[in-house]
């Protein structure tokens, strides 16, 4: 296709010196008196070049200039100016022009320019339409990207799902203990304003809190009575037991911290460390409370389950102690109903998170876990 020049001048021998030429070395020419006449003629076909003179009546070249690169910035653009007016062209340059040619014309030296503009427009295009295919590229590789990270998210499920089943076959009496904890703990640290990715290891920590449980010995593990002290100090290893079998597993190596240091109270007294305050990770410090919250308001062999505003009575009293003092705050600000939501989604088990709120139950997997064996109350001593 031949290209398309709009020659816009209100002298018009000038036009018709120009039209002549560029219509002898192959382009359709269309010729304008005025902007406004040369506006409506672009709005009808669309130019591969324009060549408008500066000086015009009402408009003049630079306002046509202006209004050009705004409603064709695919056309090149060039202005025409008087020997007198060369600095005018040089600052239609800045403004976008593409050249600017000076008057008497020498028609080759036109040609010559207009076939450069023109090239440095076809450039522009080409690289504005990599431009365009390296995004759909890279909309494209995201896309992959997502869905390959999807389908690892689901291996991890997995694997988590198999790391608890193994505990529950030791310790049958962690399982809805663990999804309702996890769940408290996740109330609480999105009300303290924790980022999605510490949320999903809040969620993940405080569900495998007692993996290390796996190498406890039954006869500690399972005793029907009190432990004695050397007993008990045995069943503490549970927590860096925990810890070295999560740690080794790349995605859960953040949530181990949890694990390691679910037993630590806010005065220093916990175990294994003995850590104080800001120095128990926040994950760990909003576990203690849930935890506590849990304990209280399940059954136990016994006693029954003690009342909601007993559980949180006995949180405020252990604030500074067992507690940060921020977290039972934050505890307390809570709604009610939210824990009872939580104790009754968890028993009514995976109806709810998978189907209420997949979103939910694919960020954090430990919702979306089913619930179909039995509940045993917690156990006495060990959370
Ligand atoms: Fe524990």
Redesign the pocket.
């Known amino acids: 296709m031949r290209p398309r020049a709009l020659v816009v001048d209100d002298e018009a021998s000038v036009c018709q010196l120009l039209a002549n030429k560029l219509k002898q070395e192959g382009y359709d020419c269309k010729i304008c008196s005025s902007v406004e006449e040369a506006l409506s003629a672009s709005e009808k076909t669309s130019f591969d070049v324009i060549i408008s003179d500066l000086r015009l009546p009402k408009l003049s070249g630079l306002e046509f200039l202006e209004i050009a690169r705004q409603k064709f910035p695919g056309t090149a653009f060039l202005i025409v100016t008087g020997v007198d007016d060369i600095r005018v062209g040089i600052d239609a340059m800045k403004r976008g022009a593409d050249d600017y040619l000076v008057k008497p014309f020498q028609l080759e030296a036109v040609m010559v320019a207009v076939g450069r503009a023109l090239e440095r427009k076809k450039l522009e295009a080409d690289l504005e339409n990599y431009r365009h295919n390296l995004e759909e590229m890279v909309e494209q590789r995201t896309a992959q990207l997502q869905s390959a990270m999807r389908r690892i998210e689901k291996t991890y499920d997995e694997t988590l799902e198999a790391l608890g089943a193994a505990l529950d076959l030791r310790d049958t009496e962690t399982e809805g203990h663990s999804r309702r904890v996890s769940r408290c703990c996740l109330e609480m640290a999105k009300a303290m304003g924790c980022t999605k990715e510490q949320l999903k290891q809040i969620a993940r920590g405080s569900y495998l809190?007692?993996i290390g449980k796996i190498g406890i010995p039954d006869a500690i593990l399972l005793k029907p009575g009190k432990l004695t002290d050397e007993e008990m100090m045995v069943m503490q290893t549970?927590?860096r037991i925990g810890y070295d079998l999560v740690c080794r597993i790349g995605f859960l190596a953040p949530a181990a911290e949890i694990v390691l240091t679910?037993?630590e109270r806010y005065d220093g007294t916990g175990y294994p460390q003995g850590l104080v305050g800001q120095e128990i990770p926040l994950g760990s410090r909003i576990f203690a409370v849930a935890d506590t919250l849990d304990a209280m308001t399940s059954d136990r062999p016994y006693r029954r389950a003690l009342p909601l505003s007993t559980a949180q009575a006995e949180i405020t009293r252990e604030s500074q102690r067992q507690f940060d003092p921020e977290v039972v705050r934050v505890f307390l600000s809570i709604p009610d109903s939210v824990w009872e939501d939580i104790r009754r989604e968890v028993a009514g088990a995976r109806l709810f998170t998978t189907t209420h709120n997949p979103s939910l139950a694919s960020a954090f997997p430990a919702f979306a876990w089913p619930l179909d064996k039995r509940y045993a109350p917690p156990r006495l001593g060990?959370?």
């Open positions: 809190h007692d549970h927590a679910h037993q060990e959370s």
